[in-house]
C-alpha cells in the first residue's frame, strides 16, 4: 500500500469563520454591515477606515470562539483517517493566538493529534501533497497541489482550483481515490 | 546569485538550556543532581523515578526563563544575513509553551521576523537544505542535511555529524560557504 497522502489545512477561512467575526466588528464600528459587493476581494480591515479592525487579532481570545465552518468537522474526520491531515496555521504574528486556536482545535477537532497542528508564519516552509487554503500567496509557494477554498476576498483570483464548500472537498477527495486506485488496478 | 540555503534551527538544547532546567528540577525533588554518567544516553526524565517532571512543560512559564546557549545568539545573527533562517520548535503537546517561546525569542532573539518563526508537532512536514537538531528523530525525517547539536542525551547517536557548539556551527557554515563560492567560480 501506497505512503498516505499529505493534506494541509489552513484554519481561518477554511475551518474557522474568521472573517465573520471581522464583519461584527465592522459592524460594531460603523453601524452596518459592509455589503456582499464591498467584499469582493477585499478582506474587511481593507475598507475605507477599517485598518484597526485587523489590530482584533492581537487580543487575547480572539480566535477563541469563532465559528466552525459548516461541514469542516464531518469532512475533516473523514479526510483524517485516510489522508495524512496536518493544520498549517498562520500564527506567528499574534502571540495570544496560539494558545486560543489549540483551544479552538481541541474543543472542535478532538480527533486531530496535536503532532499535527503546525503554527507559522510563512507556510513556504512547509510541504505535502494538497493544500486547502483560502490564500493564493500560500498555495503559491507550496510544493503540491493547491486548492483555493472560497472567501469574498480571494473572489477574483482564478489561478487555483476552487472549492465552494466542504461538501466539494469531500467529493474532490473522493474522485482523487478513485482515481488513485483506478491507476493501481 | 543563488537563492539564501534554508536553516531549520531547533530551539530546546539548541537555542535554550532547556535540560540545564530539568536537571535543577531533578535536584530539587531528589536532593542531588544526576551525575554527568546518569545522564548520557538519556533525558533526565527518563532516570529512575524522575518520569513527572516531563510534566514542568505543561506549566506556564516553564519556557520563558530558560537560559540562552553560549554563543546561540551572535552565531545566528551572522546566520540570519546570509542564510533563510527558520527556527523550527515542537510545541503542540504544550498549550502554554507556545506564548512563553514566542516572548523568549523575542527577549534573546529580536532580529528574528516572526516569519521565520515555527512551532508543529511533528518536524517531517517542513523542508530545508540543513537543520540543526539536538534529537536524532528530527534529523531522519528531514529532507535536507542533518547537523546534531551535541547533548548528553545523543551522546551514542552516531549516524549524523555532530556539532559540539556554536563556534563548530559557525565554522561549519563559514567552509559551507567557502565551497559554495569555490564551485561557483
Request: glycine share 6%.
Amino acid at each position: 500500500m501506497n505512503k498516505m497522502p499529505r493534506i494541509v489545512v489552513d484554519m481561518d477561512g477554511v475551518l474557522a469563520d474568521t472573517y465573520a467575526k471581522f464583519i461584527d466588528r465592522y459592524e460594531a464600528s460603523f453601524g452596518r454591515r459592509p455589503t456582499h459587493e464591498e467584499l469582493l476581494g477585499r478582506k474587511v480591515y481593507d475598507l475605507e477606515g477599517a485598518a484597526d479592525i485587523r489590530n482584533a487579532m492581537h487580543e487575547k481570545g480572539f480566535f477563541r470562539d469563532i465559528a466552525v465552518i459548516p461541514g469542516a468537522v464531518e469532512v475533516m474526520r473523514e479526510l483524517y483517517d485516510k489522508y495524512e491531515v496536518y493544520i498549517v496555521s498562520t500564527a506567528s504574528e499574534f502571540k495570544h493566538s496560539y494558545r486560543d486556536k489549540w483551544e479552538w482545535l481541541e474543543e472542535h477537532f478532538p480527533f486531530i493529534n496535536f503532532q499535527r497542528i503546525v503554527f507559522c508564519g510563512d507556510k513556504h516552509i512547509v510541504h505535502g501533497d494538497y493544500m486547502i487554503d483560502d490564500k493564493v500567496g500560500n498555495l503559491a509557494g507550496f510544493n503540491g497541489t493547491g486548492l483555493l477554498f472560497d472567501a469574498l476576498d480571494n473572489h477574483y483570483d482564478e489561478e487555483y482550483h476552487r472549492v465552494h464548500d466542504w461538501a466539494e472537498v469531500r467529493a474532490d477527495f473522493q474522485s482523487e481515490r478513485e482515481q488513485a486506485r483506478a491507476m493501481e488496478a
